[in-house]
């Protein structure tokens, strides 16, 4: 690097040796120097500044650009969830097997105030809570006053409260559109439906989740979109539900019973055509869950899925059949039925007098307990048990509501031989009636099992093979017998053919310790047409009593029997089902042709 | 007969202040300036009576206050810009001091009325943000140095100004104000970059300010939201950006008419930092686009000015003073309409705050004083030689 002396020392030189001041000299030199490096650095400077302003004209004209675009785009309205998932109120229709609607949606409106936008919030609390009598005046009042933002006050709204509420004319109280679950034949099929409630909620919309039943088991696919709002189809026929309801609810009055349930199952498919657990409720405004004592006094109980009751000789059937199956008997082999059968401290007896030897029939016919035992005993406890396991007797139904893990049979611990001969009269052994639908539709059907379904299915289930299709034939002979000649003489409905097999437990104390021998659970297990078996009914009455004798009569002969009859005389016609009459003269009539 | 005996009487420098002013000073910026207080004033009636209500004044009290403020910044910027440049650094190497001394005092006196950043000295009826009388006096303390640097035998300015840059953005970054410390970065960037840096440097910077930009981002969590606020590609409409944007569109083109816009009711800072939403939703694109027009026309205008500009101090600071205006502007209405992250920066002239009202006045005047038009050798420019003063 050339250095630039500081001052032009031969100009200074000069200019001493004329006498001039060499300070001018070296000050214009200065001067000229600084000169020079202004004009560069403005060379310089005058292409950057240029750069600059480029850089602000661009960047302003792109703010301005920018701002254009967004003043012609629509205006949006705000959404509370435009980030996250948004809230997807639709839910798909439940329809019962011929399309009628048991569950849909109806638009309503919820109700929701913004203390801050309130002008008159004393007024518009005494307003509202005459309105709505069960709002809190003062919470109202507190919360209008207080620092709170938002406040709901209903989740759903008439459109006449709605008006009402819009008539007081107060800007902060807002309506919030939404949907809301409506079961439009109120109790019927309660058990099933469950009820739903809502999930997450904000003012544009609500989430409606199920929380019980059907609802609750099938929540993911009745919100799935990709569904497109696709009804879910059940196996029920709501004309047959109403009936059989009614029917029962009737029973269970004239019985005194303080439950009931019944469940009518197609013998082939496994579908539920209805199912009835009373007491009942109305999934529209369901009631609370106890919080104390036995949930199964609570009428949202299902005794149809979750009750498991000891079912009593309605089990003897499985004893017979199983021995048949096994080639110990055949109908009519005599077996010993002189009681009492002694095993260790237990004595088994027979309710009523029956002869010393009876042949298999008649022991269903007559349900002799200590015939069944002793059959139970040349059966023995392992094949027993692996038996009533291939029912589905010994593990809770695959049936579709969210309940029905919680009817769990209840098994012996040990099962040993006392319990091998109980069982086979059915105490000790705890299942529930939508457990003994299946074993029975599974046992009758010509001997294959089927699984309890709710949802519509045609097709017949081609299930494992239980017993062989002619001990199926056989067993159904003999039901059949227990309604002509035995203990369910009520049971017979003209035309239909009824087969069935009662039981009456004696009810276990809930503390242990033995049974109450006044409270019985009564049972009346059936399939029609017997000949030709289409429809498994189970009646099952909790602690009935049929007061017009001289003693109350307990036994499900007098309680569930005349119930279940009574159904089937209603409900079989709805179902399709023709009667078959014997016409006994057709003989006398000659039919010729010409 | 007095003149020939005492030869003629010694011509005063300079013609009288007022005229000569009136000649010399960019009048188009002027007016810009102007128009846009106007504008400011317009846009205080209308977005300021929301906070007037919340805070229990009468509707118009932040307008009249706006007003008076206004007043005494016209006041400032006349007089500022009735100095010559010499004058000016004075000026400003005074402010400079003070300011500094007060920015540095700020944690010991300051108050951060409830926003969680400590940066003003209240005065009971009014109160006073030092960094915003800081930035004008930084401007132009710099520029001299940067000047100085450049002279023969001069001490090496652009050193100590870099210095001088660091402590201030340093302590700026401690209030947290980071605002205000990338506006003092960015001008003092500029102006090296005008006096002459070279190219490998300005792009070494550019590296270390996105160091420093990832640095906050993961220390400081105040930094952080406002980041992630921008990079979500969704607007959330409950932030104030989704207010803003709503506001723009709810204005169109023509806007929904006076008095009847809602977005001041939503935005806490509707008469600072978003002024320019509740403009775009009451008065529409027409008013926005004006007032984009005015800033760049101040900006462009004197930028073209100072390229004729000889003399290196009254480039540089020139420069310094119109980009820090300019890009203070730019950030407000970028925000605004998400072109970049939230930032709180006020828009200079509109947006309510009587210490950057003033301090938009010092500082406009200044600029106003630095881009007058002068003899810069035009004519030793067209005979291509260089003639002595």
Not at chain 1, 170 to 176: N, T, V
Request: net charge neutral; proline share 6%; hydrophobic share 45%.
């Amino acid at each position: 690097m050339i250095r630039t002396p500081l001052r032009p020392l031969a100009r200074i030189l000069k200019a001493r040796e004329r006498g001039e001041d060499p300070g001018a000299i070296a000050a214009e030199n200065l001067r000229l120097r600084h000169e020079a490096i202004a004009d560069k650095s403005r060379a310089r400077a005058e292409g950057r500044l240029l750069v600059l302003g480029a850089f602000f004209a661009v960047a302003f004209l792109t703010i301005g650009l920018r701002m254009g675009t967004i003043a012609n785009s629509a205006p949006e309205e705000p959404r509370t969830a435009a980030t996250g998932n948004p809230i997807i109120g639709q839910r798909a229709d439940i329809v019962d097997r011929n399309g009628r609607i048991l569950a849909t949606n109806l638009e309503t409106h919820s109700l929701y105030a913004q203390p801050q936008h309130m002008i008159d919030p004393l007024r518009a609390a005494s307003e509202l809570k005459a309105i709505f009598p069960e709002l809190d005046e003062e919470r109202l009042i507190k919360d209008f006053t207080g620092k709170r933002k938002f406040v709901w006050i209903r989740r759903q709204l008439s459109p006449e409260q709605m008006q009402q509420v819009h008539d007081i004319g107060s800007p902060a109280l807002l309506f919030g559109p939404r949907e809301m679950r409506l079961y439009p034949n109120g109790p019927i099929a309660s058990h099933i439906l469950g009820g739903a409630s809502y999930g997450r909620e904000d003012v544009a919309s609500a989430e409606v989740i199920g929380v019980a039943g059907i609802e609750r088991n099938f929540d993911s696919l009745l919100r799935d979109p990709a569904n497109e709002g696709k009804p879910l189809q059940l196996s029920l026929d709501l004309s047959v539900q109403a009936a059989t309801e009614e029917v029962l609810d009737g029973g269970m009055k004239l019985l005194n019973a303080k439950g009931a349930a019944s469940v009518l199952m197609d013998i082939h498919t496994g579908e539920i055509i209805a199912m009835a657990s009373l007491p009942d409720f109305d999934p529209n405004n369901r009631p609370q869950v106890l919080l104390t004592g036995d949930q199964s006094d609570s009428p949202l109980f299902n005794r149809a899925v979750q009750g498991v009751y000891e079912l009593g000789s309605t089990f003897k059937i499985f004893a017979v059949a199983q021995a048949m199956e096994l080639g110990l008997l055949n109908p009519d082999t005599m077996i010993d039925t002189k009681g009492p059968l002694t095993w260790g401290r237990f004595r088994i007896r027979d309710s009523h007098y029956l002869p010393p030897s009876m042949s298999a029939t008649d022991i269903i016919v007559e349900s002799s307990n200590v015939g069944t035992g002793r059959i139970a005993m040349q059966i023995g406890g392992e094949r027993q048990r692996a038996f009533l396991t291939s029912l589905g007797l010994a593990e809770a139904t695959p049936v579709e509501l969210s309940e029905a893990p919680s009817g769990a049979p209840l098994l012996p611990k040990n099962w040993s031989e006392i319990s091998t001969m109980t069982i086979s009269f059915g105490h000790g052994i705890s299942d529930s009636p939508l457990h003994l639908a299946a074993a029975y539709s599974s046992l009758l059907n010509g001997g294959t099992r089927v699984l309890p379904t709710l949802l519509k299915s045609d097709t017949v289930q081609q299930g494992a093979r239980v017993v062989r299709p002619e001990v199926s034939a056989r067993a159904r002979s003999m039901l059949r017998q227990v309604v002509t000649r035995g203990t369910a003489s009520m049971g017979d409905v003209e035309g239909y053919r009824v087969g069935g097999k009662t039981g009456t437990a004696d009810k276990p104390k809930e503390n242990g310790g033995g049974y109450y021998d006044d409270k019985v659970i009564a049972t009346f297990a059936s399939v029609f047409p017997a000949d030709d078996p289409k429809y498994v009914l189970i009646v099952t009455l909790d602690e009935p009593s049929e007061n017009s004798g001289d003693k109350p009569r307990r036994t499900a002969g007098w309680t569930a029997v005349p119930v279940a009859a009574e159904m089937i005389r209603r409900v079989a016609p709805l179902l399709g089902l023709r009667p078959q009459i014997e016409v006994s003269d057709v003989a006398s009539v000659t039919l010729t042709s010409n | 007969m007095t003149e020939m005996v005492y030869g003629a009487p010694r011509v005063v420098a300079g013609d009288p202040v007022l005229p000569r002013w009136w000649r010399t000073i960019d009048k188009w910026s002027m007016c810009c300036i102007l128009a846009l207080f106007g504008i400011g004033l317009l846009l205080g009636l209308a977005s300021s009576p929301p906070l007037a209500a919340k805070n229990g004044l009468s509707p118009f009290y932040y307008v009249t206050r706006q007003g008076f403020f206004g007043g005494m910044a016209l006041i400032a910027m006349f007089g500022v810009s009735m100095m010559t440049p010499v004058m000016v650094r004075r000026l400003a190497v005074i402010g400079f001091a003070c300011a500094f001394v007060a920015l540095a005092l700020l944690p010991i006196f300051g108050t951060d009325f409830g926003k969680g950043a400590v940066r003003w000295y209240s005065f009971g009826f009014a109160s006073v943000q030092p960094s915003e009388f800081l930035k004008p006096g930084f401007v132009v303390v710099a520029a001299w140095l940067m000047a100085a640097g450049l002279s023969v035998g001069g001490p090496p300015g652009r050193m100590y100004s870099f210095i001088l840059t660091i402590v201030i953005v340093a302590f700026l970054a401690l209030q947290p104000d980071f605002g205000q410390a990338c506006l003092v970065l960015f001008s003092w960037g500029v102006m090296y970059f005008v006096a002459g840096a070279p190219m490998t440097l300005l792009i070494a910077l550019g590296g270390v300010v996105g160091g420093v930009g990832v640095f906050s981002y993961n220390m400081s969590e105040h930094f952080a939201r406002r980041i992630d606020g921008f990079l979500s590609p969704d607007v959330d409409p409950r932030t104030q950006l989704g207010y803003a944007t709503n506001a723009i569109r709810e204005g169109g083109f023509f806007g929904v008419g006076v008095g009847e816009g809602q977005v001041k009711w939503s935005l806490p800072d509707a008469h600072t930092d978003f002024i320019i939403a509740v403009a775009a939703e009451e008065y529409g694109l027409i008013c926005v686009m004006a007032i984009i027009t005015l800033y760049g026309v101040i900006v462009v205008r004197s930028l073209m000015r100072l390229m004729k500009e000889r003399d290196p101090f009254v480039r540089l600071a020139g420069t310094g003073l119109a980009c820090a205006f300019g890009v203070q502007a730019m950030i407000n209405m970028g925000v605004a309409v998400r072109l970049l992250p939230a930032k709180g920066m006020t828009l200079p002239f509109v947006s309510y705050g009587g210490s950057s009202l003033i301090a938009g006045g010092i500082a406009v005047g200044m600029l106003l004083a630095l881009t007058r038009s002068r003899p810069q050798g035009e004519i030793g420019d067209i005979l291509m030689r260089r003639v002595g003063r």
